[in-house]
């Protein structure tokens, strides 16, 4: 699973060339998708008035609600100390869950938000998605 997190959420809505590549691939591939934490489209929007609408306009995205055990969770990880409530359900998605099988991959722009052990990729690296 592909997660974006606020940074990324912004950086596609905003145009970012790579990001749009990977949404206009994966809308051509069958089942395959970009998640968008809840939270993480929420804080896009408050930092960027009509975000929301240019990523949930492209095909490729799906929203990862929060529901009421994401929301326990979140609460406890924010309350812990492991940042925002947007980095908190960004952080939620990438861990292994039962209904993804798969290693999840957090683009993101600010890869020191996130513990060790959280596959990130920063969205600006140059072989992002392998090309160099």
């Known amino acids: 699973m592909i997660i974006l997190d606020t940074s990324a959420v ?3 809505a905003g145009g ?6 990977l949404a206009g691939n994966m809308a051509r591939t069958p089942g395959d998708h970009l998640t968008v934490p809840a939270l ?3 804080q ?3 930092e960027d008035e009509g975000a929301a609408r240019r990523v949930l306009g492209l095909s490729s995205v799906l929203v990862d609600d929060l529901d009421t055990i994401a929301s326990v969770t979140v609460g406890t990880m ?3 100390g492991y940042g925002g409530p947007d980095t908190c359900h960004a952080l939620y998605c990438a861990l292994p869950r039962a209904e993804f099988a798969s290693m999840s991959i957090l683009l ?3 890869e020191e938000a996130y513990p060790p052990g959280i596959v990130t990729v920063d969205i600006d690296a140059p072989g992002m998605l392998g090309f160099y």
Do not use: P
């Open 44 to 46: 896009a929007e408050v």
């Open 10 to 12: 912004r950086a596609l």
């Open 40 to 42: 993480c489209l929420m």
């Open 108 to 110: 993101t722009g600010t």
């Open 16 to 21: 970012h060339k790579t990001l749009s590549l």
């Open 78 to 80: 924010v309350r812990d």
